[in-house]
C-alpha cells in the first residue's frame, strides 16, 4: 500500500508555521510582554561604575525595569545622571528612594528600590525636570 503526501498541505505548514515564527520574534523583540515604561532619573555622587545600560531595576526584590543610560549631569559634572525605564504598573512614590547594589560573586550592578508606602502620592516631575527624580540613600 502506497501513502500519498500531499506537497501542498506541507508547504502551506511550513509557511504557516515560519510565519508565527516571525511574529513571535518581532513581537518579543518590540517588548511585547515586557509592557509600559516610564522614565525616571536618579542621580549619584559615587558608585555608577557598576551600572551599565539594561542593568536591571528592582523595587524591593522584584524586578520593575532597566537602566536606560548612564552619563554625567551636565548641570553638576560631579555626579552622574542616571535614566531608568521602570514599569508603569509599579508604585514609584514621593517616599521612594533608590540605592545602587551589586550582585555576588559577578559584581554587577542594579538599582534597588524601596519605600512607597500607600499613603504616598505618586512621584511627579517638578517644575523643568524632563523626568521624575528618585532619591538616593547615601
Do not use: C
Not at 502506497?2 to 520574534?25: D, K, N, Q, W
Not at 513581537?27 to 532619573?41: K, Q, S
Amino acid at each position: 500500500m502506497e501513502h500519498r503526501v500531499s506537497y501542498t498541505v506541507i508547504g502551506a505548514f511550513v509557511i504557516v508555521l515560519g510565519a508565527l515564527l516571525v511574529a513571535a520574534l518581532l513581537w518579543l523583540a518590540a517588548g511585547g510582554a515586557a509592557g509600559h515604561y516610564e522614565d525616571y532619573v536618579i542621580y549619584l555622587k559615587s558608585g555608577a561604575g557598576s551600572l551599565n545600560r539594561n542593568s536591571p531595576v528592582q523595587y524591593h526584590g522584584v524586578p520593575v525595569g532597566r537602566v536606560e543610560g548612564v552619563g554625567l549631569d551636565p548641570n553638576d559634572p560631579t555626579r552622574a545622571r542616571v535614566v531608568l525605564a521602570i514599569r508603569v504598573d509599579a508604585p514609584i512614590k514621593q517616599d521612594t528612594s533608590a540605592e545602587v547594589d551589586t550582585r555576588g560573586v559577578t559584581g554587577a550592578g542594579y538599582i534597588g528600590l524601596s519605600g512607597g508606602s500607600p499613603g504616598s502620592p505618586p512621584l511627579e516631575a517638578k517644575g523643568d525636570e524632563e523626568f521624575p527624580v528618585i532619591p538616593t540613600q547615601i
